[in-house]
């Protein structure tokens, strides 16, 4: 199926470099994920609806939902300089 010329190719693409130790056991690693893949190959799928996920995710979260925030000083209060209602920042040109 696969054999070490193209395990040399990939790895080149890659910019690895493999020992021969390492290209034999890659050999034979590739060789048993594609086996693998193989078998997925003839499942029938005919009928089976194309999905992102096994299983359905959702997240949870809150409606956004406007409300008025009634303690404005608080936020005043905590601002480093006001003037009047409105925040009083440095000039920016």
Do not use: C, W
């Amino acid at each position: 199926m696969i054999d070490r010329e193209q395990i040399r190719k990939v790895a080149h693409l890659a910019r690895l470099e493999l020992t021969d130790a390492e290209e034999e056991q890659f050999t034979t690693q590739v060789g048993s994920i594609l086996e693998y893949f193989e078998q997925l190959s003839e499942l029938d799928t005919e009928n089976i609806k194309p999905t992102t996920r096994a299983i359905d995710v959702s997240n949870v979260t809150r409606p956004d939902e406007l409300q008025p925030f009634t303690d404005l000083q608080s936020i005043m209060d905590a601002a480093p300089d006001v003037e009047g209602d409105f925040f009083k920042v440095p000039k920016i040109l």
